[in-house]
């Protein structure tokens, strides 16, 4: 008997939220409460008559600590469940210290104005003394240990696919398959094909933030950066086929660096077509994924933005999205003084995601793993005072549900090893 607040209404809350009503033995009542309210009333339209779950809708702004802090007064829920941006996981923090609730998200902190002062004083000298220069990092979120451990309370950050899954699915293989692991390859193919010339998965602005950025590895105890798309390889994925895939910079690098500490080197490789890495450095080179505000017009706009508008909605990608995405990860080591390969990797098919909550498979396998999360917090198989990475807490609970509610892992004894 649980309620959660969820806070946003876009692709992966969609996915989250349906998914919470297939569990409404536990998710007993959710409001559901974002910037549009609007989409909230539709989804919960949705799912009226379909579900023993219990919907309320809100409207909040949740950028404004003080809303968010009345709206969990007004609904006191169980658990709040942050699947807006990664902009709002500050605020959204301190108000759920404020009001003495459980905390989870899908992402790391990234500030949406990375021009603020304040803030770039902080980001310039992490990249000199971390050695990586991607905007968002976990060290904002990190520094609430303390005050979640005094309060009592939980927060589980990035409890998507990557991040989240694939830290479980770290955290498994050092649990089950090896004594030491000496290295981590994590690799995300998504061979979907939507029929656009280019469109984001994901929400486009924090998408190609993302992608744009450096790369970065983690090797022999330091960060190793890169030019963006500087390091390509080609893989053949299981159903899904060949694919070029670069190495990128992703925040589960570093926590497993933490809770690994033996692995030599750490890496994450996401597969790109051609199109969409020509329209990216097109759009970069005109400067249309700039955040800085320019006049246009006697208005100001933030290009990103602008560009965001034009984009297909990630939502409505949905019903053209045709493929599967294959998400996992690729490990060496020892077990018992010998050496040992093993992956581990969870193959999603668009299609079937849309006939199921009408969303392409990035919504679901983020989705999906926000949902089961929320049940490892709201079922105590991982509630626990602090602020804790997936990598931290127990797998096998997580990974069981991921199996029953539609992610189930596949495992491979002898994997083809990235070069
Ligand atoms: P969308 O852009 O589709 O949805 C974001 C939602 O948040 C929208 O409903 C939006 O409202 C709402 N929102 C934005 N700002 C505010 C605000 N200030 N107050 C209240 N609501 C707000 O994003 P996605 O669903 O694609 O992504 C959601 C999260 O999941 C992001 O943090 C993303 O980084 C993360 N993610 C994680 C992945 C993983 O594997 N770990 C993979 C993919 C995404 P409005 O409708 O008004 O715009």
Known sequence: MSKVLVIGCGGVASVAIQKCCQASEVFTELCLASRTRSKCDELAAKLKGKTATKITTAQVDADDVNQVIALIRAEKPDLVMNVALPY?????????????????????????DTDDPKWRAIYEKRCREAGFSAYF??????????????????????????????????????????????????????????????????????????????????????WVEVPAMSIKREYDFDQVGKKDMY????????????????????????????????????????????TTPV???????????????????????????????NIGCIFTGKKAGRDKKWAIYNVCDHQACYREVGSQAISYTTGVPVMCGALMVLTD??????????????????????????????????????P
């Open 247 to 290: 190495l990128l910079h992703h925040e589960e690098i570093e926590s497993l660096a933490q809770t690994i500490p033996e692995a030599r080197r750490i890496r994450f490789f996401m597969t790109f077509g051609q199109s969409y890495l020509d329209h990216m450095r097109c759009l970069e080179d005109v400067g249309m994924l700039s």
């Open 137 to 222: 990092d976990y060290s904002w979120q990190w520094a609430y240990r303390k005050r979640f451990e005094d309060a009592g309370i939980m927060a589980l950050l990035g409890c998507g696919f990557d991040p989240g899954v694939t830290q479980a699915y770290c955290a498994y293989a050092k649990k089950h398959e090896f004594d030491t692991i000496d290295t981590i390859d994590i690799l995300d193919c998504n061979g979907g094909d939507h029929g656009y010339a280019f469109a984001t998965n994901f929400n486009p602005e924090v998408n190609l933030r993302e992608v744009s950025a450096p790369g970065s590895y983690w090797e022999n105890g330091h």
């Open 295 to 325: 006049e246009f017009e006697g208005h100001q706009i933030v290009p990103i933005k602008f560009l965001k508008t034009l984009l297909p909605d990630p939502a409505s990608l949905g019903p053209r999205t045709k493929g599967k995405t």
């Open 88 to 112: 709002q996981d500050l605020t959204l923090m301190d108000a759920c210290l404020a009001c003495g609730v459980d905390y989870m998200d899908a992402a790391n902190y990234e500030p949406e």
């Open 381 to 418: 198989k991982w509630r626990r005072p602090g602020v804790f990475t997936v990598d931290e807490l127990d797998p096998d609970p997580f990974l069981d549900a991921l199996d029953k509610y539609g992610l189930p892992r596949s495992i491979e004894s002898d994997p083809v090893l990235v």
